[in-house]
C-alpha cells in the first residue's frame, strides 16, 4: 500500500486570519470554511498544484490548547516549502509578517534553506533544492 500525507493541519486562535495569510504567502485557496460539529472554526486551504491541503482551526468546544512555538522541539517540528529564490520569498514573507530564525544556510552540494517563524508560531523551512 501507497501513503501519502493527507493534509497538514494547524491550530490557531484565529483561523480566519491565519487562513488569509496562507492565501497570501503561498498562494493557497480555500477550499471550505465551516464551524464544525465539534465547535471550532474550520478552514482548508489547498496549493496551487493541489498537492497539499493546509487545515486550520480553532479549538474545539471544550479543548484546551498548549501555546504555540515556533522553536525547535520533539513532536512536529516544522514543514518544509520548496522555493526557487530563498531570498525573494523570505523578505516577501516577512512583509507578510513571518521572521527569519534561521539561514538561509546552505548543504554541501545540496540546498539551500532556511527557517522562518510564521504568524502563530508556526515554523516553516523554505527549501531551495540545488540547480
Keep these: 500500500m501507497t501513503f501519502r500525507i493527507n493534509h497538514i493541519h494547524i491550530k490557531s486562535p484565529e483561523p480566519e486570519k ?8 503561498f498562494n493557497c485557496k480555500i477550499i471550505s ?8 472554526r474550520f478552514i482548508r486551504c489547498q496549493t496551487e498544484d ?3 491541503v493546509l487545515a ?3 479549538p474545539r468546544t ?3 490548547l498548549a501555546p ?7 513532536g512536529l517540528e516544522h514543514f518544509g516549502i520548496e522555493t526557487v ?7 516577501r514573507l516577512e512583509k507578510l509578517g513571518a521572521r527569519l530564525v534561521e539561514g538561509p544556510s546552505q548543504v554541501p552540494n545540496g540546498p539551500r534553506f532556511a527557517f522562518l517563524r510564521a504568524p502563530g508560531d508556526v515554523r516553516v523551512e523554505l527549501v531551495q533544492p540545488p540547480k
Design 18 to 25: 491565519a487562513a488569509e495569510w496562507w492565501v497570501k504567502a
Design 33 to 40: 470554511n465551516e464551524t464544525r460539529v465539534f465547535g471550532d
Design 50 to 52: 493541489g498537492g497539499m
Design 56 to 58: 486550520i482551526s480553532d
Design 62 to 64: 471544550g479543548e484546551t
Design 68 to 74: 504555540a512555538d515556533a522553536a525547535p522541539r520533539f
Design 85 to 91: 529564490d530563498i531570498e525573494a520569498d523570505i523578505a
